[in-house]
């Protein structure tokens, strides 16, 4: 299994980029995964309905199931968020885990940027940057790519995804 994040402003086209990617992925044979991480309080329950209330209750974790599909809800009730190693050993093993979000944490990453956006390349001041998907010219030694050139960017993503064991162990360097 391996892990490689998109990085970059809000705004710059992440979850769209890779909205395109996945079923490229797929395409090729591949198991793909997502962790994305929200800044702020969200809920993937609905208020009022039995799971909600299940939480609002007071328990520490909820599954839901169905024959499409289940999820796992785990509320920490004041305990520190989780960090991304912990996250990761929660997933079924897939061929590729792409993380949204989590910049603080020494995963490799693709700079997702485009120029409409106005905001600054964030690869100056992130080492974990190891490429750009983009729509603008950018003048590094990074390999780019453009963000609708969806094979281009599929195989950048690929070779720069890192083995989950090391990205674990380069986060607990960190701690």
Do not use: C, Y
């Given at each position: 299994?391996?892990?490689?994040?998109?990085?970059?402003?809000?705004?710059?086209?992440?979850?769209?980029?890779?909205?395109?990617?996945?079923?490229?992925?797929?395409?090729?044979?591949?198991?793909?995964?997502?962790?994305?991480?929200?800044?702020?309080?969200?809920?993937?329950?609905?208020?009022g309905k039995d799971s909600w209330r299940h939480?609002?209750?007071?328990?520490?974790?909820?599954?839901?199931?169905?024959?499409?599909?289940?999820?796992?809800?785990?509320?920490?009730?004041?305990?520190?968020?989780?960090?991304?190693?912990?996250?990761?050993?929660?997933?079924?093993?897939?061929?590729?885990?792409?993380?949204?979000?989590?910049?603080?944490?020494?995963?490799?990453?693709?700079?997702?940027?485009?120029?409409?956006?106005?905001?600054?390349?964030?690869?100056?001041?992130?080492?974990?940057?190891?490429?750009?998907?983009?729509?603008?010219?950018?003048?590094?030694?990074?390999?780019?790519?453009?963000l609708d050139d969806i094979p281009a960017a599929a195989a950048l993503l690929l070779r720069?995804?890192?083995?989950?064991?090391?990205?674990?162990?380069?986060?607990?360097?960190?701690?």
């Open positions: 299994m391996k892990v490689i994040g998109l990085a970059g402003w809000s705004g710059a086209g992440k979850t769209t980029l890779l909205t395109r990617l996945i079923p490229h992925f797929n395409a090729q044979g591949l198991r793909v995964s997502v962790i994305k991480h929200a800044h702020h309080q969200f809920d993937v329950d609905v208020p939480r609002e209750a007071g328990a520490a974790e909820v599954l839901v199931a169905s024959s499409n599909r289940w999820a796992l809800m785990h509320e920490l009730r004041g305990a520190a968020e989780p960090r991304l190693p912990d996250l990761l050993s929660k997933l079924s093993a897939v061929d590729l885990v792409v993380v949204e979000g989590f910049k603080r944490e020494p995963h490799r990453k693709i700079e997702v940027h485009r120029a409409a956006n106005d905001k600054p390349l964030l690869f100056p001041d992130d080492p974990g940057i190891v490429g750009i998907a983009t729509d603008a010219t950018v003048e590094t030694r990074l390999p780019t790519v453009h720069a995804a890192m083995p989950v064991e090391e990205a674990v162990a380069k986060s607990a360097a960190m701690r």
